[in-house]
């Protein structure tokens, strides 16, 4: 029988998922989400084929500490860039992390515009996790 001990699951953080744009690749963030999810983190995946302003204010409506864009169709400068946009102008600072093969050039203009993590393709589970921990260590 049950008493009234209250259940609450320990969580390392709540993690929207999100791919941008016209990218259809759903493999990498279905895996992405089985490594975070295993290492504590709640996530949540927007689905394929979002525009960044459902980005942002799925982002805000969840309550996210961090959004991981998976884009391996390279999409990002410009979606990125939108996307944080979308989010300065709900108020909200919740830090976004990407990975991608994308050029120096790319890299600085998508730090200067506020993405807070890049993330290179072939970056270990372990140290994928503890990009994300550290996202969210900051965001609180
Ligand atoms: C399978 C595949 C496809 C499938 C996708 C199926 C699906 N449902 O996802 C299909 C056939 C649809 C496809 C289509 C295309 N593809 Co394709 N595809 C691949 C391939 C062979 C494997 C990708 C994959 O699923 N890997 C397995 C998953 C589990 O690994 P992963 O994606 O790397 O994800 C891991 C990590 O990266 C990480 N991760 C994922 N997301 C995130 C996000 C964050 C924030 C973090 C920290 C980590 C993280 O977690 C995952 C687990 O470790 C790659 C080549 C390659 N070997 O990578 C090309 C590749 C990605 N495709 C490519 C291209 C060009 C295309 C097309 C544009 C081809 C075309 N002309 O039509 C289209 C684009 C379609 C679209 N709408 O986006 C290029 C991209 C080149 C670029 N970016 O410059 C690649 C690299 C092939 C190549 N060398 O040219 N593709």
Redesign the pocket.
């Known amino acids: 029988m049950l008493n009234d001990v209250t259940f609450a699951p320990a969580t390392a953080g709540r993690l929207l998922?999100a791919n941008l744009g016209?990218?259809?690749?759903?493999?990498?963030?279905?895996?992405?989400a089985r490594?975070l999810g295993d290492a504590g983190f709640e996530c949540i995946s927007t689905g394929l084929f979002q525009q960044p302003s459902a980005v942002a204010q799925a982002a805000v409506d969840e309550h996210a500490d961090a959004i991981?864009?998976?884009m391996?169709?390279?999409g990002h400068p410009m979606l990125v860039r939108m996307l944080i946009h979308e989010l300065w102008s709900r108020g909200a600072d919740i830090p976004v992390?990407?990975?991608?093969?994308l050029s120096g050039a790319d890299q600085a203009a998508l730090k200067a515009a506020g993405a807070a993590?890049i993330?290179a393709?072939g970056?270990s589970?372990p140290q994928?996790i503890a990009?994300?921990v550290s996202a969210v260590r900051h965001s609180a």
């Open positions: 998922l016209l990218d259809g690749f759903d493999r990498g963030v279905k895996a992405l490594t991981a864009v998976s391996p169709s390279g992390l990407l990975i991608g093969a993590g993330i393709p970056f589970g994928t990009q994300f």
